[in-house]
């Protein structure tokens, strides 16, 4: 069974996208593990990251992304998406593709509906389930699906979350990036005593570290500290030590077209 993996955070810019791909691409590579990875928020970072961006526009005309299999679920309701011409093989940029890498992409479409989906528990059960039901559908031969959510916590996040074992919190060690941990765990933990889910907080993921800045180092503490806070209703996730530098050669690496041949040219 694959490890199911979604990464969150409230707020955008702080390495989510980059985070999710560079993970898929390490464990693709240096561990040998099949990696699908789902891009559920509708700026599509993880998508063209992934994939020529023309072939993405052809495929978002086609029907072929995330967006159709929810647009299906509302009125007046269709059968058009097909999870097997939707999911591309071979993504990333790094060496013409990586064999172990499949992708679903999003699509930009996605802002067009994401408050109507409430809506689908009338025509299909449980809104939160809708993206399940459809990976269960492809062969299980995932080590790892990775699931990058938009930057809310809205139904879109929730269908990624619904099927996670565990979630990340990536966060620049600033006070805006880490403002909203605490209505995460409240919110993500209520939605999983609600179904029942197994869901658990993996740990957070500091990135964008600029070990100069003095409230950088200042917010590593209280990370630190409110980990190991004895209130469990104020304990925050552990963090991973591995701690993230600001890299401006990642972040130019993410562009598709960039001439790309191994990890260590990327990151």
């Known amino acids: ?25 390490f464990l693709a590579l240096e561990h040998n593990k099949k990696v699908l990875v789902i891009d559920l928020d509708p700026q599509t970072n993880a998508t063209v990251s992934l994939m020529d961006e023309e072939k993405w526009r052809i495929k978002n005309k086609k029907g072929e992304t995330i967006y159709q299999l929810f647009l299906d679920k509302l009125p007046p309701y269709s059968n058009k998406f097909d999870i097997n011409k939707a999911l591309v093989n071979s993504a990333s940029n790094i060496g013409g593709g990586i064999e172990n890498i499949d992708l679903l992409p999003s699509s930009i479409d996605l ?15 449980d809104p939160a389930g809708v993206l399940k039901k459809e990976i269960d559908k ?19 996040t929730k269908n990624g979350l619904f099927f996670s074992d565990y979630y990340l919190i990536p966060c ?23 179904r029942s889910l197994k869901l658990k907080p993996l740990r957070i993921v500091v990135s964008m570290y600029r070990a100069q800045t003095k409230l950088h180092n200042s917010v590593l503490q209280t990370l630190e500290e409110k980990a190991n806070e004895k209130d469990i209703e104020k304990r925050y996730p552990q963090r991973f030590k591995t701690i993230i530098p600001l890299a401006i050669k990642a972040a130019e690496a993410a562009e598709f077209n960039a001439p790309v041949n191994t990890l260590k040219q990327k990151y």
């Open 1 to 25: 069974m694959a490890k199911v993996i979604s990464t969150i955070n409230l707020k955008g810019g702080v390495g989510k996208t980059t985070m999710t791909v560079a993970l898929a691409e």
């Open 111 to 125: 802002v067009k509906i994401q408050d109507n989906l409430l809506s689908i528990a009338q025509n299909t059960g």
């Open 138 to 156: 492809i062969p299980k031969k995932y080590d790892y699906i990775l699931i990058d959510c938009p930057p809310n916590l809205g139904m879109i």
């Open 172 to 194: 620049i060690p600033d006070i805006l990036s880490t403002y909203g941990i605490p209505i995460i765990l409240e919110t993500v933990g209520h939605f999983a005593r609600e």
